[in-house]
């Protein structure tokens, strides 16, 4: 299985790329030319990140969740359910920033490698920011009443969270 | 939302702090936090930069094209609603498509065309149709197959194995888009 996530990108990349040369297209300015829309990307993702890892740090550095969620632990581990990746699952639909943050703040307590690290990577790469995705669709084209909306994609989420619960313990 | 969540970390965190005497601690967060998101960002650019060029190739070469038709008989199974052969299907498919390949921000301007693409099809114009709610849930179940930014994080964050995560990953993701869309079935059914 690990052989099976090492060798994913790899083929991905070199079946584009000779399916480029075949189709005989200038791969190589392709390239360039999809390289360079990083830039614009990376400049429109700076300000948000930076307000979150702002907010999020100053809060997570005040001890403030420890105290809230002590009354919480008994009853997460009650359940199996490592109470560390709870504030990412709560936020990763509401924000995608607020999330990446989260997720830098728990490598850098327990290391990339660590079972909470992976258990958060996987609930944060599997799912989107719902509340962001409504707001945007939904504001663009004018709907006000969105119905069950909001709930079928929290609920999706959810699933995602409960999923990553018991699907990471099979592989790590 | 957002906006009171960001007020609510900042006021308590800092007036938890100061109340705690630990006003050094606030006052180190609010200077290094910029510094903090450039590593983070520095991290994520090179990556980034590398699978959008990767990607171009397969937009220029039609690959990625042949992958929309390729899932559009199954869209026609998820949107019962879509007459056949509306210009909304091939929207629909080349958001999920761009989504799959990681490439974020190139399905946004899909899923908006789309979502107008549906107001065509919507009798009441300020009300969800059936299709648009069942699109936004594809869409926030995150489907991807290359989550660019975790690895990337987990490069700078010195992991042994970057990729590792990919599989379980691809699998969750699938698993709760299939759930999602039943959720979605359920839900419809019952507003009917």
Known sequence: MKLLSNLFIPVLVLTVIIYGAKKKINVYDSFVEGAKESLPMILNMFPPLLAMIFGINIFTSSGIIDEIFQFLKPIFYLVNVPLEVLPIAVMRPLSGSFGLALLNDIYTLHGADHYLSILASIIQGSSDTTLYIITLYFGTIGIKKIKYALWAGLLADLVTVILSLIIVPLFF | ?192
């Open chain 2, 1 to 192: 939302m957002i906006n009171k969540l960001w007020i609510f970390f900042i006021v308590t965190g800092g007036l938890f702090l100061i109340i705690n005497g630990k006003a050094d601690i606030l006052n180190t967060q609010i200077l290094s936090s910029g510094k903090t998101t450039l590593d983070l960002i520095i991290q994520i650019f090179p990556l980034l930069a590398i699978w959008l060029g990767i990607m171009n190739i397969a937009k220029k070469s039609g690959l990625l094209d042949k992958a929309s038709k390729l899932i559009s008989p199954i869209l026609s199974k998820i949107f019962p609603e879509i007459p056949k052969g509306h210009e909304s299907l091939g929207l629909i498919s080349s958001n999920i498509i761009a989504n799959l390949f990681g490439l974020g921000n190139a399905a946004t301007p899909f899923g908006l065309k789309a979502m107008e693409s549906l107001q065509k099809l919507n009798k009441q114009k300020d009300t969800a149709s059936r299709s648009m709610i069942t699109f936004l849930v594809i869409n926030t179940c995150g489907v991807t197959l290359v989550p660019t930014t975790i690895i990337s994080l987990r490069m700078m964050h010195d992991s042994t194995d970057p990729t590792s995560i990919v599989i379980p990953c691809i699998i969750v993701t699938f698993i709760s888009l299939f759930i999602g869309l039943i959720i979605d079935r359920i839900f419809a059914r019952r507003y009917k």
